[in-house]
């Protein structure tokens, strides 16, 4: 038994409960609420390590026995990714700690900002289909109340549509787990894929598939993505940086979790189908992160084009490229909820969301100009930065896969993400200055501070990699070989 | 039954499309609430509509009726219960500060 492993759910809705009755003390709730996610870094850091020494862990609940009852199942992918997460969640509490949105903070953010955490964990953890389903549901509730908090008209209209995307993606979920339910007998993770694997994955299953790749594109943004640029855009800054982080890279999970060890069996039908859809994301959202003026709508495209990046390395479906995936995965939570920090903090700054109404930032701030252009040139994939690992290793997979129309097309969204990003900075940052010394907004230094911290961990993530790389290669491992996944999660003895 | 089941959940499905696909908001919230109760009822069917008995063990009955669809149906139930009352506030919290109820006239803001 290993019960520390359903504490980085369970801390944060514990912490969440607690909070609700500290509603005229924001004090405590800021600091509460960034003191459990600490504790949950530290905890899934532990877990992650015993995982590296003993292998896949495993925790019955109600000691029932796989397949029968429900599991949390932690490899090296799920917990590398329960990790980050939580890292980057205590930077954008410490973020709204310091912004001090008071409206918001006395109608509950932090509970529900812990209450998301909680639902983004437990995702990962999970060993069950219909389990993965719950916590998917846990976090879009969580997320549909950060969406509309605040209720300007904005919010609200794109809270509809948002909700709305959401329903239909659910349903569709529940549709693929009746299905598969009704030919498999099980949802147990594991256990779907030691059937899959005996019955060979013939054309039904193969459908049902594609109807699960529908549920988590539209969670991911791939190719349907229609919903997320609007409703990002309506977000507040700490929110907005844990929505662009956290809530399509589950998206993301879900998929590498069910095409790598559930429907692997006819990667010429499903991996295609992935490769084509990353591809046609790839350009939507470098059309987009260059049509608009408007900073937030370049960053949300932005959002978009990783999607499409990372899942390049599962279309091409091997080792490589799924070490590439995983690497920009981390890399992609850590500075995709960077870049929004910062964006978030341009408009607080100047109150203005188009880039050729400021200009000269750096003289004014200029730490914080300095940020921004380390933010970008690790987004580019430039080498001493974290982005860099992981575009190398998917595009040699894909390469080796010989996937190169593919490897063309992402890498030019890479030089699309560093064309839209560099015309921001060169118009915000450069130039004559803008805003006159006297009229200058106080920068406070917490969120500074933490804006700070996410850019030395990219780079910290981009020099250290030979720290990383191990903790890379054994969840790639378990990725590409589901038996010992298999092993860990139905193993009983 | 199975047959009759899948039929009504066809005709559930027809209805919830239509209604989701409408311009007024209330109706956009029934139509989700229809779309769910027709994936229950999905649920329910996959998992064989047997008559059998309750499945404890130590009953005087042969055969057993599959427990586990029911528990999942219990829980979407609760979720989508949760959805729709959030759904059906937003909507009209919504309707108070924009003043319409029609989604044709919520839609886009007029940016670039």
């Known amino acids: 038994m290993n019960n520390i492993l359903v504490f980085p759910m369970v801390l944060p809705i514990i912490a969440g409960v607690l909070l609700l009755f500290f509603r005229s003390n924001p004090k405590v709730q800021r600091w509460g609420s960034i003191l459990t996610m600490v504790v949950v870094f530290l905890i899934s850091l532990w877990i992650l390590e015993k995982v590296m020494d003993e292998g896949i862990l495993r925790l019955d609940f109600g000691e029932w026995a796989p397949p029968f009852g429900i599991t949390f199942v932690a490899d090296a992918f799920a917990m590398l990714l329960v990790t980050t997460s939580s890292l980057v969640t205590i930077l954008c509490l410490l973020y709204a700690a310091f912004a001090k949105d008071e409206k918001r903070e006395k109608f509950f953010l932090y509970p529900f900002l812990l209450l998301l955490i909680a639902g983004v964990n437990g995702a990962f953890l999970t060993g069950d289909l219909f389990n993965l389903f719950v916590c998917f549901e846990v976090m879009l509730l969580a997320s549909y109340v950060l969406m509309t908090l605040g209720g300007e008209k904005k919010q609200l209209t794109e809270g509809i549509k948002y ?42 299953l193969t459908t049902i598939s594609i109807l699960f790749l529908i549920v988590f594109s539209l969670k991911a943004g791939l190719v349907l993505y229609f919903w997320l640029p609007g409703s990002y855009e309506a977000l507040p800054t700490a929110i907005s940086a844990l929505f662009a982080a956290l809530l399509t890279k589950v998206g993301v999970y879900a998929l590498f979790r069910s095409f790598t060890l559930l429907f692997y069996h006819e990667p010429s039908i499903t991996h295609t189908i992935i490769g084509v859809m990353a591809m046609i994301t790839m350009i939507g959202g470098s059309i987009g992160a260059i049509a608009y003026k408007d900073v937030r709508k370049i960053v949300a495209y932005n959002v978009i084009i990783a999607i ?115 015309r921001i900075f060169l118009n915000m940052f450069w130039g004559e200055t803008s805003i006159l010394k006297k009229n200058q907004i106080y920068l406070s230094k917490g969120m500074l501070a933490s804006c700070l911290i996410l850019a030395m961990l990219t780079i910290g993530l981009g020099l250290g990699m030979s720290v990383v790389s191990p903790y890379v290669a054994e969840a790639a491992n378990v990725l590409t070989n589901p038996n010992l996944y298999i092993e860990g999660a139905l193993n009983n003895d | 039954m199975e047959t009759i089941i899948t039929l009504l959940i066809g005709v559930l499905v027809s209805v919830a499309t239509y209604l989701l696909l409408s311009k007024n908001v209330i109706r956009v919230v029934l139509g989700s609430a229809i779309l769910s109760h027709a994936i229950h009822l999905l649920l ?35 979720i989508s219960f949760a959805v729709t009352a959030f759904f059906l506030v937003l909507m009209y919290r919504t309707y108070q500060s924009v003043g319409t109820d029609n989604l044709h006239e919520m839609r886009g803001t007029n940016d670039e």
Do not use: C
């Not at chain 1, 529940?174 to 030691?194: C, D, K, V």
């Open chain 1, 308 to 422: 499409g990046f990372i899942l390049v390395g599962l279309a091409s479906n091997n080792v490589e490229s799924i070490q590439g995936s995983i690497y920009y995965l981390v890399h992609d939570i850590l500075v995709k909820g960077l870049l929004f920090l910062m964006v978030g903090t341009v408009i607080y700054l100047t109150g203005k969301t188009r880039f050729d109404q400021v200009s000269g930032l750096i003289t004014n701030y200029p730490l914080f100009g300095w940020i921004f252009l380390i933010t970008l040139l690790s987004l580019g994939g430039i080498p001493p930065f974290s982005g860099f690992a992981g575009k190398l290793l998917i595009g040699k997979g894909a390469l080796v896969a010989g996937e190169y129309v593919m490897v063309a097309v992402a890498f030019l969204s890479s030089l699309f993400v560093l064309y839209s990003l560099l």
């Open chain 2, 44 to 78: 329910i069917t996959m998992g064989g509509l047997k008559k059998g008995g309750v499945p404890i063990l130590g009953g005087k009955v042969e055969t057993y009726v599959d427990a586990l669809p029911q528990a999942l149906i219990l829980t979407a139930i609760v």
């Open chain 1, 163 to 204: 909700i709305l995307i959401n329903i239909l993606s659910s349903w569709f979920f529940l549709l693929g787990i009746a299905y598969l339910y009704g030919t498999l007998g099980t949802l147990n993770m594991a256990h779907l894929s030691q059937r899959i694997a005996e019955v060979g994955q013939p054309p039904l």
